[in-house]
């Protein structure tokens, strides 16, 4: 955006209130996404080996590089809207369990009867 002097503005963030909970569990949600980004891009290299000729070796090499492209869209996504990407979340063998706080049904009001 322009000023009208010529200079170029960043356009200032929207500020909406998100409660804790929610920026916790979008941060769940966006940490595990990454997570299998970085799995997808893992899994692309190693099978570059595997590709019977050239043109396909190259076009899975791409193939990672545009995972890498969403593993920066999600930490802009997590800077923008002002939460934390935690690795910490994400178990080494790939199970998911969502914080308790973020977990509907872990509150009592939600439990069954
Ligand atoms: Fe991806």
């Known amino acids: 955006m322009h000023d009208g002097l010529g200079q170029v503005t960043t356009l200032p963030k929207p500020r909406m209130e998100r409660s804790d909970g929610y920026l916790k569990l979008l941060s769940f949600v966006v940490?595990?996404?990454r997570k299998g980004e970085i799995m997808a891009i893992e899994n692309y290299s190693e099978?570059?080996?595997?590709?019977?000729?050239t043109d396909a070796k190259i076009e899975t090499v791409n193939q990672a590089k545009e995972?890498?492209?969403?593993?920066l869209l999600l930490e802009k996504l997590a800077a923008r809207l002002d939460f934390d990407?935690?690795?910490?979340?994400?178990?080494?063998n790939g199970s998911r369990s969502a914080p308790a706080s973020t977990r509907p049904?872990?509150?009592r009001t939600c439990r069954p009867a």
Not at 47 to 53: A, F, I, K, R
Not at 67 to 71: A, G, L, N, P, Y
């Open 105 to 107: 049904c872990a509150r």
């Open 67 to 71: 995972e890498c492209k969403h593993i």
């Open 31 to 33: 940490s595990n996404a």
């Open 85 to 92: 990407v935690d690795d910490t979340m994400v178990s080494r």
């Open 47 to 53: 099978m570059v080996h595997l590709m019977p000729d």
